[in-house]
């Protein structure tokens, strides 16, 4: 069980766009359509935005959309505003009803 | 409201025991597969455990497979998680998180967490 791959921060400025990769491997993200991504403020519990590599969850602006290519899925941030500055972590299954998380990215909004 | 309520959390010394609980309510707890999932000081979330809608298959990341279970009472509305022989790097603070979708691997509802210092 290995952890995904994703930057350790990524930064932008407000209105603009950012993505955050996600890298495994063909035993996690690459095989299963199920990646899903949680957006975690300082001393608060993780919030699903993203699952299923692109849908997102009742309530979650349009602005958070992901996508996939081979081992890598994404997470992109279109409009950026200041209230999404925080850590974001991509999670894919990863086979034997087993889940992978990646590292966690760090987004600042400048 | 769906709510996830973690407790049990504290200090415990290394190769002693601790057992947390999550009480669920607003849900039918029942259907729902659960995890477990940690995150130590200032680091990334780690998987820890997952259990099925009724009990009957437990799956557990390398890292703690052999010292904690996991387990759950659908009359109760309440997961459990005993951790045994523990260790400084289980030091973390604790989720406990509703799985949903294909293999139940999203967590659509999360705790606030319990934290689990293991320290002499």
């Known amino acids: 069980q290995s952890a995904l791959t994703q930057p350790r921060s990524v930064s932008g400025s407000p209105g603009q766009s950012v993505t955050i990769s996600c890298t495994g491997t063909?035993?996690?993200?690459?095989?299963?359509?199920?990646v899903s991504w949680y957006q975690q403020h300082p001393g608060k519990a993780p919030k699903l935005i993203i699952y299923?590599?692109?849908k997102r969850p009742s309530g979650v602006p349009d602005r958070f959309s992901g996508s996939k290519s081979v081992n890598t899925a994404s997470l992109t941030i279109s409009g950026l505003q200041a209230e999404d500055e925080g850590d974001y972590y991509c999670?894919?299954?990863?086979?034997?009803?087993?889940?992978?998380f990646g590292g966690g990215t760090k987004l600042t909004v400048l | 409201q769906v709510q996830l309520v973690e407790s049990g959390g504290g200090v415990v010394q290394p190769g002693r025991s601790l057992r947390l609980s999550c009480a669920a309510s607003?849900?039918?707890?029942?259907?729902?597969?659960l995890h477990w999932v940690r995150q130590a000081p200032g680091k990334g979330l780690e998987w820890v455990t997952l259990?099925?809608?009724?009990?009957?298959?437990?799956y557990y990341a390398d890292s703690v497979k052999g010292r904690f279970t996991i387990s759950r009472d659908n009359y109760k509305n309440t997961l459990y998680l005993q951790m045994n022989s523990l260790r400084a790097e289980d030091t973390a603070l604790y989720y406990c998180?509703?799985?949903?979708?294909?293999?139940?691997?999203?967590?659509?509802?999360w705790g606030k967490g319990t934290t689990v210092t293991v320290s002499s």
């Open positions: 259990i099925s809608y009724d009990g009957s298959k437990k």
């Open positions: 999670c894919s299954y990863a086979g034997s009803k087993t889940v992978a």
């Open positions: 063909i035993n996690d993200v690459g095989g299963y359509n199920y």
């Open positions: 299923d590599v692109s």
């Open positions: 998180a509703r799985g949903t979708g294909g293999y139940d691997y999203h967590m659509d509802v």
């Open positions: 607003g849900f039918t707890f029942g259907v729902y597969g």
